[in-house]
Nanobody
């Protein structure tokens, strides 16, 4: 069993910063890509940022230059540093991870966290 838990959301004023964390725990042999998605009310869930196991990153155009994704492989944790926040960044942010649970099996599985609310408002 693998658990993915986000933390760090909250209310922030426009122009402010927040740092989200996401920790994976449980039966984990290896973690591949780790991703941050977000879903605003009435909108589809969208990919915000992605980091591969080797550290390569990709960002949505809307957050490039403002958000930074990073990971600590020793802690099975991914972070999302969000700067210069805008009201349109308001959404529930979800963490997603590709996990290989067992060394003896080759299967990879995708796990989601429960989400953390980020609200950008004055």
């Amino acid at each position: 069993q693998v658990q993915v838990v986000e933390s760090g959301g909250g209310l922030v004023q426009p122009g402010g910063s927040l740092r989200l964390s996401c920790a994976a725990s449980g039966s984990i042999f290896r973690i591949g890509a780790m991703n941050w998605y977000r879903q605003a009310p009435g909108k589809q869930r969208e990919l915000v940022a992605r980091i591969a196991s080797g550290g390569g990153t990709n960002y949505a155009d809307s957050v490039k230059g403002r958000f930074t994704i990073s990971r600590d492989n020793a802690k099975n944790t991914v972070y999302l540093q969000m700067n210069s926040l805008k009201p349109e960044d308001t959404a529930v942010y979800y963490c997603n991870a590709d996990v290989r649970p067992f060394a003896s099996q080759l299967g990879w599985y995708n796990y989601w966290g429960q989400g953390t609310q980020v609200t950008v408002s004055s």
